[in-house]
């Protein structure tokens, strides 16, 4: 089955421990991007990953970390976790290249940091 | 960065009724996508659009991409209850994506 998998699912942490979210994805895209939803707010972009060791920051990066080693995989690391990134984290990964960006998104991380 | 407005903030109809919602930016966008998300769920992609001016139906679904590329719409025809849920608009461009804050639809029976 096609999907996209995050790790955990919940996460309950205090104040900066390192932290890793695990994102992968069994369709060979190319793209994959990390969001943050905030209750009554849309999703908002972290970073994104147009192919294996590329990289971009979207509108919120502060904070977070990413890395591209495999095409199929792209963790989102919070170094020191503050509560201000308590949120609903979630991944996502497209074709790229085709001029068709549809993107996937995983089930999603709730992250709560005290 | 960037930002979308997408309204209604909410709406509540009743079963059989058309729902229209929009989104409009100050930005340019080479694509519009519409996503619907279930509680707990993460979005889905309902329509996907690439060329100004395009209007492209999937179902009761009929969604427009504007013609400034500043702006889409979203129509949903004879809603259902399964219709319930938020969507968001997104617009993109290269890697970058931007969300609007999404209309929480309600259908009553």
């Known amino acids: 089955e096609a999907q996209v998998t995050q790790n955990p699912r919940y996460l309950i942490t205090v104040t900066g421990k390192k932290l890793t979210v695990t994102c992968s994805q069994n369709m060979n895209h190319e793209y994959m991007s990390w969001y943050r939803q905030d209750p009554g707010l849309g999703l908002r972009q972290i970073y994104y990953s147009m192919n294996v060791e590329v990289t971009d920051k979207g509108d919120v990066p502060e904070g977070y970390k990413v890395s591209r080693k495999e095409k199929r995989n792209f963790p989102l690391i919070l170094e020191s976790p503050s509560p201000n990134q308590t949120s609903l984290y979630f991944c996502a990964s497209s074709l790229w290249g085709t001029g068709y960006y549809e993107q996937y998104f995983g089930p999603g991380t709730r992250l709560t940091v005290t | 960065g960037q930002q979308l407005n997408q309204s209604p903030q909410s709406m509540f109809i009743q079963e059989g009724e058309d729902v229209s919602m929009n989104c409009t930016s100050s930005s340019i966008f080479n694509t519009w996508l519409w996503y619907k998300q279930d509680p707990g769920e993460g979005p889905v992609l309902l329509i996907a659009l690439y060329k100004a001016g395009e209007l492209t139906s999937n179902g009761r679904l009929t969604a427009q991409f504007g013609i400034t590329r500043k702006d889409s719409f979203l129509n949903i025809s004879a809603s259902i209850p399964s219709d319930v849920g938020i969507y968001f608009c997104?617009?993109?461009?290269?890697?970058?994506?931007?969300f609007g804050d999404g209309t929480t639809l309600t259908v009553k029976p």
């Open positions: 997104a617009g993109q461009n290269a890697g970058k994506s931007t």
